[in-house]
């Protein structure tokens, strides 16, 4: 069952009443009115109260009882109807949701599903606001799709904070919760963008288009919402390459890391492997000339400790010459 969050009538940009859906179309009808109606998660029955009182299209109704439908913006009579997909962040994920609003003289009508900031603070705003207000449904209507486009922003806004966040620390060695979190983000600002790209053209629409309860001298306020769905856009796509070099950036740091810490285990190998050669001599001469054998060259010569003391000294010096000019020591 869905649940009327608030219907009233509106004359000169004052609220004239709180009303009950049954006697909204009475209350259209009168000169100088108009009805502003929202409705969130509605049932068939709701939907078909309202089709009986205003005459809404038969495929208008479909559409706004499944929902999961593309923005879009058609006319069906007397009636301008249009689709548009909401975003709100909900722990550093966006959920998405849907709102679709009928216009036509004397009503406007918004049905919301799944995920969006409440309307009621478009509502307070407008209802203080009277001046703007007796322009009647014209209003309404760019208030709603002004706060809806306004509230892509403010996702972006929240996103651009923690993606600047983890610029700062781009680098600083990559771990898997920083990879895991940056691959997210990507796929939030491409999910925000494939809702907020198709809104552009919807208010482009509303900014061209000649549409049934829509007053012309009213365009210049679409083409307002217009160049804030365009910002929202340049921003995502801003945080979508920022984020993508973070990554890249991250990751030459990191194979630059890893190249340094190979060049520096290959030098400490280099110089332990030319200190055991230049050691493996004196252990040579010494392990041969430590086995047990009666009859060995130079064995009972005078000057044959010392010739070997030599040997070993000399070619120990020879090897540390070599292995210092070869960098190796």
């Known amino acids: 069952m869905g649940k009327v969050i608030a219907a009233a009538a509106y004359s000169a940009g004052r609220k004239v009443a709180d009303i009950a859906v049954e006697e909204s179309g009475a209350w259209a009808a009168r000169p100088g009115h108009f009805v502003w109606i929202g409705i969130e998660a509605p049932s068939?029955?709701?939907?078909?109260?309202?089709?009986?009182?205003?005459?809404?299209?038969?495929?208008?109704?479909?559409?706004?009882?499944?929902?999961?439908?593309?923005?879009?913006?058609?006319?069906?009579?007397?009636?301008?109807?249009?689709?548009?997909?909401?975003?709100?962040?909900?722990?550093?994920?966006?959920?998405?949701?849907?709102?679709?609003?009928?216009?036509?003289?004397?009503?406007?009508?918004?049905?919301?599903?799944?995920?969006?900031?409440?309307?009621?603070?478009v509502r307070q705003r407008a209802e203080a606001a009277p001046k703007q207000l007796a322009h009647g449904e014209d209003y309404v209507l760019y208030a709603l799709v002004d706060f809806i486009v306004d509230n892509y922003l403010v996702v972006v806004e929240r996103l651009a904070a923690e993606i600047e966040a983890l610029e700062e620390h781009v680098l600083e060695p990559l771990d898997e919760a920083r990879i895991a979190r940056i691959y997210e983000l990507r796929r939030e600002l491409q999910k925000l963008r494939l809702v907020a790209a198709p809104a552009v053209e919807v208010c482009r629409r509303l900014e061209h288009t000649d549409l049934p309860g829509i007053d012309v001298s009213f365009r210049p306020y679409f083409r307002d919402v217009v160049d804030h769905a365009n910002r929202a856009l340049e921003q995502?796509?801003?945080?979508?390459?920022?984020?993508?070099?973070?990554?890249?950036?991250?990751?030459?740091?990191?194979?630059s890391r890893q190249s340094i810490e190979a060049t520096r285990q290959s030098e400490v190998s280099r110089r332990?492997?030319?200190?055991?050669?230049?050691?493996?001599?004196?252990?040579?001469?010494?392990?041969?000339?430590?086995?047990?054998?009666?009859?060995?060259?130079?064995?009972?010569?005078?000057?044959?400790?010392?010739a070997v003391l030599l040997v070993i000294a000399v070619t120990c010096i020879v090897l540390f010459n070599r292995f210092r000019r070869a960098g190796w020591i």
């Open 236 to 255: 995502i796509d801003a945080l979508r390459e920022m984020l993508g070099f973070a990554f890249e950036a991250a990751l030459l740091m990191e194979s």
């Open 272 to 306: 332990l492997a030319g200190w055991a050669a230049i050691l493996a001599v004196p252990t040579a001469i010494a392990g041969l000339y430590g086995m047990n054998f009666d009859h060995m060259p130079e064995l009972h010569w005078r000057y044959g400790y010392l």
């Open 44 to 121: 068939e029955r709701d939907l078909r109260q309202l089709q009986a009182q205003f005459g809404l299209h038969e495929l208008a109704i479909e559409d706004a009882l499944k929902a999961h439908q593309r923005p879009k913006l058609e006319t069906y009579g007397d009636t301008t109807f249009l689709v548009l997909r909401t975003a709100f962040l909900e722990e550093g994920h966006i959920a998405l949701g849907e709102t679709e609003i009928f216009i036509g003289h004397g009503y406007v009508i918004s049905v919301r599903h799944g995920a969006s900031a409440s309307y009621r603070e």
